[in-house]
């Protein structure tokens, strides 16, 4: 949208001024836009404030744009407060879609409600830890319901391209199903395999590689946040779930039965999985291949490694740096597109690196 | 062990010149130990000699240690002949340890039988991928039986030792239960959650971020392999998906219920298994933070990024670098200890990188 036909003109109001809400105050400030903040912490306001993100809202005000950012067990009583108060569009930045839109489905300015939701977070929360860059290259999913003012859906597109972030566009029910699938399901997985560690015997743990490593990291978020979100999209997670529980089913009687042709299967479909997630940049994926590189666990050591790397010419596409145990010594592994993976091992053994594939 | 009391002079016969296989030959290639070579395939003998991994084993050899390097359905009949064949200590490299002892425990030389597990590998395969650096500051379980020689035990140490590896003590039970839970599970958990990503619409699947990633990664590796590694652990693994299988039950039943707090209590396991990962160099795990910069997705940036990092003198924990979506763009996620992070972000920021956390 050129600047000549901006629409966004502020003022934006933010309710509830956290990660993201603080976040979006500060892009919009970026580029200019008057922000009016409102929280029930009066000593988040203020520290949103300092950080520039905006004033408190005050009595009179009448912003062109609402960006609800709420906890998710309130997003359906302040969207309909949002709603009430005036005239201004209303998005909001929860994790699910369909719980707050049934909450103003009949609400009479219905039409000017079009619900958001960022790829973006933290593991830190609190305005603190808010950046006008948070979104930044990440997927922004636009879920407006069919009744939604097409004039409404642009404001809010175009609050995301401030916000730097990419539109994806679904329907609330496909968006609650896809994150069910890309993130809720796979982190309730994760939870469950993480589980399984928390009473094992510290001697058994000490086997522990980079897979269960990576399989579990997500396990470690907060139980109070992501019971909320998960709550909220119950129905979408129950689906999948069930469908977890058969092929869970499938894969014990499988084992049980030594059946390794069904359980090649089960595998079978998990690589399919693999396959099936978009590449970098939202194309295709392209066939990657690992350089292994051994350096001593100091500072300076990745730095003098990437240049290296960066002299050959190669682009990194991946990095994983291996934990291991007892030596003062880090494993790590550069991902790179397969037909570079020669070049850039040859280089760096000439350079005197430690390498391997 | 000083080299004085070294008791490992060989030969060592390697048999099967895969990647695992190959890998210890060169490694015991490099400390100058003789290696003898074989394999059902003579072109894997041919291809591991031309790399310096050894010579192919030819009649009236004596082996004084044989360590089996074949695919798990083959292990315990290698095993058994390898100790029929003469008087030489015996060890494998085996992902499960029970089964192959039950192939030779009524051997009247299992007393020689020593079975060992390095934690390393790669997604490739054969001896070509093969380097004497596989096991560096990997560990490596050694499992011996009640009546395994002491002598035996030491020199199957010794080997570990010659390859860089770190020796975790466990029983053969201990061990197959340890890797059913850190590594069969997790595995199989996240081949679930990957394989509903398969038949899933396009469009649901770009919402996908780094948790489904991380979660689905190890889902990827070969059906085949890993359905025969599944086979030879299953009562292990069967042990703990009963349990997953009851802990899914109880989240299904939590999220119909709508019942918030059992479905925290699940979540919290979790948080407690992800804290019960030994920290790296096999510590207690300390806190970190991440620091995130924004950087153009081109070669050098990293180096240069990296570079900035070394000069402020903070040693990268792990590196994480997001796929976005539909930009050229890269996030790249610094962890790094707690103490340092703010040192890291202003260090950075005073270098032009555009940073935030």
Redesign the interface.
């Known amino acids: 949208m050129s600047e000549g036909r901006r629409e966004l003109t502020g003022p934006v109001e933010v309710i509830g001024t956290g990660l993201l809400g603080t976040s979006v105050a500060l892009a919009c400030r970026r580029a200019g836009i008057e922000v009016l903040l409102t929280d029930v912490s009066a000593d988040h306001v203020r520290t949103a404030s300092a950080l520039g993100a905006g004033r408190p809202r005050a009595d009179g005000d009448r912003p062109q744009l609402v960006v609800v950012a709420v906890p998710p067990d309130h997003l359906g009583a302040s969207i309909a407060a949002a709603l009430d108060a005036g005239d201004a569009v209303v998005t909001d930045v929860g994790s699910v879609k369909t719980g707050p839109l049934a909450a103003v489905h009949d609400h009479p300015r219905v039409r000017r409600y079009v619900g958001g939701h960022p790829?973006a977070g933290?593991?830190?929360s609190g305005p603190l830890?808010a950046?006008a860059?948070?979104f930044?290259?990440?997927?922004w999913?636009i879920a407006a319901h069919p009744d939604a003012d097409p004039d409404a859906v642009g404001l809010v597109e175009e609050l995301v391209g401030l916000c730097a972030g990419?539109v994806?566009r679904?329907s609330p029910e496909?968006?609650d199903?896809?994150?069910a699938?890309?993130?809720h399901?796979?982190?309730?997985?994760?939870?469950?395999?993480?589980?399984?560690?928390?009473d094992?015997?510290?001697?058994?743990?000490?086997?522990?590689?980079q897979?269960?490593?990576?399989?579990?990291?997500?396990?470690?978020?907060s139980?109070?946040l992501?019971?909320?979100i998960?709550?909220a999209n119950?129905a979408a997670?129950?689906g999948?779930?069930?469908?977890?529980?058969g092929?869970?089913?499938a894969?014990?009687g499988a084992?049980?039965a030594?059946d390794?042709d069904a359980?090649?299967a089960?595998?079978?479909?998990?690589?399919?999985?693999?396959?099936?997630?978009?590449?970098?940049?939202?194309g295709p994926v392209r066939p990657t291949a690992?350089v292994?590189v051994?350096v001593p666990?100091?500072?300076?050591?990745?730095?003098?490694?990437?240049?290296?790397?960066?002299?050959a010419?190669?682009?990194?596409?991946?990095?994983?740096?291996d934990?291991?145990?007892?030596?003062?010594?880090?494993?790590v592994e550069l991902i790179v597109d397969e037909s570079r993976a020669d070049h850039l091992l040859a280089s760096l053994e000439s350079r005197g690196w430690?390498t391997?594939?």
Do not use: C, W
């Open positions: 790829m933290s593991e830190r830890a950046t860059d948070l930044e290259g990440r997927p999913a990419v994806v679904l496909d968006h199903r896809a994150v699938r890309t993130s399901v796979p982190h309730l997985l994760a939870s469950l395999a993480a589980g399984r560690l928390a094992a015997p510290a001697d058994h743990l000490r086997l522990s590689g897979g269960v490593r990576d399989v579990t990291r997500v396990a470690a978020g139980p109070q992501y019971g909320q998960v709550a119950a997670v129950l999948l779930l069930g469908e977890v529980r092929e869970l089913d894969l014990i084992i049980a030594a390794g359980l090649a089960v595998l079978q479909q998990g690589v399919a999985g693999t396959l099936a997630i978009p590449g970098k940049h939202g690992s292994f051994s666990d100091e500072p300076g050591v990745l730095a003098r490694l990437f240049l290296a790397a960066g002299e010419e190669v682009n990194i596409e991946d990095v994983r740096i934990h291991d145990l007892g030596r003062q010594v880090g494993l430690l391997h594939r």
